[in-house]
T-cell receptor
Framework: AQTVTQSQPEMSVQEAETVTLSCTYD???????LFWYKQPPSRQMILVIR??????QNATENRFSVNFQKAAKSFSLKISDSQLGDTAMYFC????????????FGAGTTVTVRA | EPEVTQTPSHQVTQMGQEVILRCVPI?????FYWYRQILGQKVEFLVS????????KSEIFDDQFSVERPDGSNFTLKIRSTKLEDSAMYFC??????????????????????FGEGSWLTVV
C-alpha cells in the first residue's frame, strides 16, 4: 500500500504572500500520478493540480505550482499570491498508474490566509 | 461545467437504520467511487465500481455496505444497519478512465477523480 505523508498539520500565510506545503510518499511503483486537492470549509473536495510521474516538468495551474522530486519521493505545493479564498485544508494524494484507480490521501494541511 | 452531485447533503439517522446515499456521476465517466472522511481524519477509499460491478473495495467496506447503479445515471451507497462509527462525510466521485488506460488513443486526464460535495451522515 502507498503511504502519503503531510508533515505540516497547519500553516498560516499573509495575503499576497507565498506558502509551500510539503508532501512525501512511499511507493515501489515507477509510474504513478500525484494530486493536490483543496477542501474549503464547505468540505467539498476540489482538484487543484495533478502531476504524472513520467513527466519531469513540474505542473502549474495559475497561482499553484508543484515541485516534484521523483528520486526523493517529494511533491510539494506552492501557492503564490495567496488569497483569502485559498483558506482550506489541502490534501496530497497518490494514484498508481496501472492496476487500480483509487487515491491514497495524506492527512492534510490546514492553510489559513490572513488579511 | 459537469459535476458530481450528491444527495442528501446531510442526513441524521438512528443507529441500526438503513441509509442510502445517492450520487449522479459525471455523465461520460466510467469509474465511480465512494470515499469516507471521519471528522478530523484523512479521506479514505471505500469502493470503486466499473462496468456494473465492484472493481475494488477496502477493508472498511464490509457486508454492511453495498453499492448499486440502479439506472444509467445514479450510483448509490447503502449502509444496511448503521453504527455510531459510520458517522462521517461520504464523498462520491467519478473518473473517465478505462482499464485500457487511454481514451480514444489520446493521452488524457481521464484518471483524474472528481468529487461531489459530500453527504454528511450523522448516526445517533
Amino acid at each position: 500500500a502507498q503511504t502519503v505523508t503531510q508533515s505540516q498539520p497547519e500553516m498560516s500565510v499573509q495575503e499576497a504572500e507565498t506558502v509551500t506545503l510539503s508532501c512525501t510518499y512511499d511507493t515501489s511503483e515507477n509510474n504513478y500520478y500525484l494530486f493536490w486537492y483543496k477542501q474549503p470549509p464547505s468540505r467539498q473536495m476540489i482538484l487543484v493540480i495533478r502531476q504524472e510521474a513520467y513527466k519531469q516538468q513540474n505542473a502549474t495551474e495559475n497561482r499553484f505550482s508543484v515541485n516534484f522530486q521523483k528520486a526523493a519521493k517529494s511533491f510539494s505545493l506552492k501557492i503564490s499570491d495567496s488569497q483569502l479564498g485559498d483558506t482550506a485544508m489541502y490534501f496530497c494524494a497518490f494514484m498508481k498508474h496501472i492496476g487500480d484507480y483509487k487515491l491514497s490521501f495524506g492527512a492534510g494541511t490546514t492553510v489559513t490566509v490572513r488579511a | 461545467e459537469p459535476e458530481v452531485t450528491q444527495t442528501p447533503s446531510h442526513q441524521v439517522t438512528q443507529m441500526g437504520q438503513e441509509v442510502i446515499l445517492r450520487c449522479v456521476p459525471i455523465s461520460n465517466h466510467l469509474y465511480f467511487y465512494w470515499y469516507r472522511q471521519i471528522l478530523g481524519q484523512k479521506v479514505e477509499f471505500l469502493v470503486s465500481f466499473y462496468n456494473n460491478e465492484i472493481s475494488e473495495k477496502s477493508e472498511i467496506f464490509d457486508d454492511q455496505f453495498s453499492v448499486e447503479r440502479p439506472d444509467g445515471s445514479n450510483f448509490t451507497l447503502k449502509i444496511r444497519s448503521t453504527k455510531l462509527e459510520d458517522s462521517a462525510m461520504y464523498f462520491c466521485a467519478s473518473s473517465e478512465w478505462t482499464r485500457q488506460g487511454r481514451v480514444q488513443g489520446r493521452e488524457s486526464s481521464g484518471n483524474t477523480i472528481y468529487f461531489g460535495e459530500g453527504s454528511w451522515l450523522t448516526v445517533v
